[in-house]
């Protein structure tokens, strides 16, 4: 079983100390992660990521 979190900055601006957290239920244990940007806590679930660049698209 595996999990995927996104977090996308839909802008505009740059958002500053950006820390989504996600528990796990209650039976499933952390085995590993991996992550493009930021660090990761098993313990409180806790991403942090930091400063997110906006995605904005302009058509």
């Keep these: 079983m ?3 979190i996104e977090v996308i900055n ?3 601006d ?3 100390n950006v ?5 796990l239920p209650v039976g499933v244990t952390f085995v ?4 493009t ?3 990761f ?3 409180s679930g806790e991403w942090s990521i930091g400063d997110l660049a906006s995605v904005l698209l302009q058509i």
Excluded: E, K, L
């Design 2 to 4: 595996s999990y995927v």
């Design 10 to 12: 839909n802008g505009p």
């Design 14 to 16: 740059t958002a500053t």
């Design 19 to 23: 820390s989504p957290v996600d528990n």
């Design 32 to 35: 590993s992660s991996s992550i």
């Design 37 to 39: 940007n930021g660090t």
């Design 41 to 43: 806590n098993n313990g």
